[in-house]
Each structure stands twice: as structure tokens, then as C-alpha cells.
């Protein structure tokens, strides 16, 4: 990725000190048996730069609070090596007292992000929004697999799962009914949005697979489902959880860039804007930031890595 600053926004808005925001790229598809999630941040990378970067919605310039595109995590060993590297990683800008987002990359990318956020902020609830359950204790004799995902944010966090319509009967064993919105019953029932955050902490980490997204509109993942989540749709309920929660970090993942057709990184790119300007919207530019980071004397699940790690 030769990418020097995210959306070539200007300098001075781009440097890790005054960057209220964090953007780690992980090129990473080893778990996934059709390539192509490993481009997709660089794709990602180039639509943001032919963004136009004021958001009409909110009235704002989300970039002029400083977004910093940090190195990308580029571990091409085993899937858990990578899942170390993009712990420490995230965790190492959490106690930065940043904004963390990633771009993947497959899903397993989630895995480290999620136990980082989950070691620093307290009753943490995973907002995993997908096509795909990925619910399997392990696949293959591993535990780092896409297919495995989100097994340890079931039992370590209080864990929602929005669009899922696929899955298998093993993890139907694992899924927490009460907690689950599938597809096909969140098509005919309106009150889907307010249940979900209703059943949320105060502190919310957002893993947002693309093949969440109708395939009309999202038509380049790894994993296409039929159905899903229209825009304006997955706007209003992204706009209104961010109202009534502490959004804490954000995992955009699953783009598989097809070199034809460029509109599905267009808009994981607008995605991705339009959620940073939903969580700055009522935030002044000159402002300090605080991401309410507990600190790891309160943290929830026990870590592999020692308190006074440096990163």
C-alpha cells in the first residue's frame, strides 16, 4: 500500500499526535478459500481518495478532527500470529486514547481487535453485523478462522448479531436466540433496530462484515449471500445506535475488490466516512478527545500479553 495519509487529506491532519482517529489496514486472507479479502483495504484505501469528504447528512468535515492511517499489520505467517500482531496493534492506540478502526482483510482480523477493546473497556458489548454467524469453536483443528470469528466475543462479551442468514447446525448450538437478528425476520418486523440496542451496553465495538450488505448494492465479498441490508437502512440503524451508545472502535471487513467493477469499494469507503461523521457529529474540531478507556486494572478477559507490555 503506498497510501501516505487516508483520503489524501492534508498533513496536518494526518499526524498520529493531534489525530483524534486511528485507521489500521490488515491485509489478511489466509482463512478464506476464495482470495481477495487480503486487497481489500488497499482498494478501500484508493476509493477514499476520490471521496468527497463533506458529509452532507451531518454538516461536517469528519477528516479535520485528524485521522491518522497507522501502519498496516501485514503478519503473513499463521492466522493467530496475525491475530497477536493485530491485538498489540489495536491496543497499543487504545491506550493512545484514540478512535481505533481497522479494514480487512477476512473476518478473522476481528478476533485481536476485539479481544484488545474488550482488556480495555469494561461490560463491552460486540455489535457483529454479517451475513455469517462465524460462530464455530474451531474449523480445521483452528481456532483463528473466519468461520470462528466471533466464538470468543460469545464468551467473553455481551455479544449482538445483526443480518445473520447463514449458517450451520453446529453453531446453532452456540447462538443466543434472544440476541440474534436473522434476516428473514428482521425483513418483516420494524422494531428489529430499537430491540437490538436495547439489549446493549453502554460501551459498543462495531465488527461490520460487507457481506452484511445486499448483494445488489455489495457485490464484492468473499462470501456473497442473497439479501441484506439496504443503504439508508443500515444508515438509520448505524446513526441511531451511535446516538444512544459509546461507540468504541469500529472492524470493516470482507471487501473483495473485483478490478472491473469499483462501486463495492466505493462504498465500503462511504461506509466507513459516514460513521466516523455519525460519531464526530456533535464533536469541535479543536476539542480533546477522550475514548473513555478504563484502563486495564478493570479489564474483562484475562490477556495472553503482560499489563506493562510496551507496543
Request: a negative charge; glycine letters at 6%.
Amino acid at each position: 500500500m503506498n497510501n501516505k495519509t487516508y483520503a489524501g487529506i492534508p498533513e496536518e491532519f494526518s499526524k498520529q499526535e493531534q489525530a483524534k482517529i486511528v485507521l489500521i489496514p490488515v491485509s489478511y486472507d489466509g482463512t478464506n478459500s476464495l482470495k481477495g479479502p487480503k486487497n481489500g483495504p488497499e482498494a478501500f484505501l484508493n476509493a477514499s481518495e476520490k471521496l468527497n469528504l463533506y458529509d452532507i447528512e451531518t454538516d461536517t468535515e469528519v477528516y479535520q478532527q485528524g485521522i491518522y492511517l497507522a501502519e498496516a499489520v501485514a503478519e503473513t505467517g499463521s492466522a493467530e500470529a496475525m491475530v497477536n500482531a493485530v491485538h498489540q496493534s489495536t491496543k497499543k492506540y487504545i491506550k493512545k486514547n484514540k478512535f481505533v478502526t481497522l479494514i480487512g482483510g477476512d473476518h478473522t482480523v476481528a478476533i485481536g481487535a476485539i479481544r484488545a477493546f474488550n482488556e480495555c473497556f469494561n461490560s463491552l458489548t460486540v455489535l457483529h453485523i454479517d451475513a455469517h454467524a462465524n460462530l464455530l469453536k474451531t474449523y480445521q483443528g483452528s481456532a483463528y478462522h473466519k468461520n470462528c470469528a466471533l466464538y470468543e466475543a460469545s464468551q467473553t462479551t455481551n455479544l449482538i448479531q445483526v443480518g445473520i442468514r447463514s449458517m450451520n447446525a453446529k453453531e446453532k448450538t452456540v447462538v443466543d436466540n434472544e440476541k440474534v437478528y436473522y434476516a428473514h425476520e428482521m425483513a418483516v418486523d420494524d422494531s428489529w433496530m430499537d430491540s437490538a440496542i436495547d439489549q446493549m451496553t453502554g460501551n459498543v465495538f462495531i465488527s461490520l462484515d460487507l457481506s452484511a450488505i445486499d448483494i445488489s448494492i455489495m457485490t464484492s465479498v468473499a462470501n456473497p449471500e442473497p439479501g441484506g441490508l439496504f443503504w439508508y437502512e443500515t444508515l438509520e440503524f448505524l446513526n441511531k445506535l451511535i446516538q444512544e451508545k459509546n461507540i468504541v472502535g469500529i472492524a470493516l471487513v470482507g471487501l473483495s475488490p473485483n478490478e472491473y467493477n469499483a462501486s463495492s469499494d466505493f462504498l465500503a469507503a462511504r461506509l466507513y466516512y459516514k460513521l466516523l461523521s455519525y460519531k464526530f457529529a456533535e464533536e469541535n474540531i479543536g476539542d480533546d478527545y477522550d475514548n473513555s478507556y478504563e484502563g486495564l486494572n478493570q479489564k474483562n478477559n484475562p490477556s495472553k500479553f503482560e499489563d506493562d507490555d510496551e507496543y
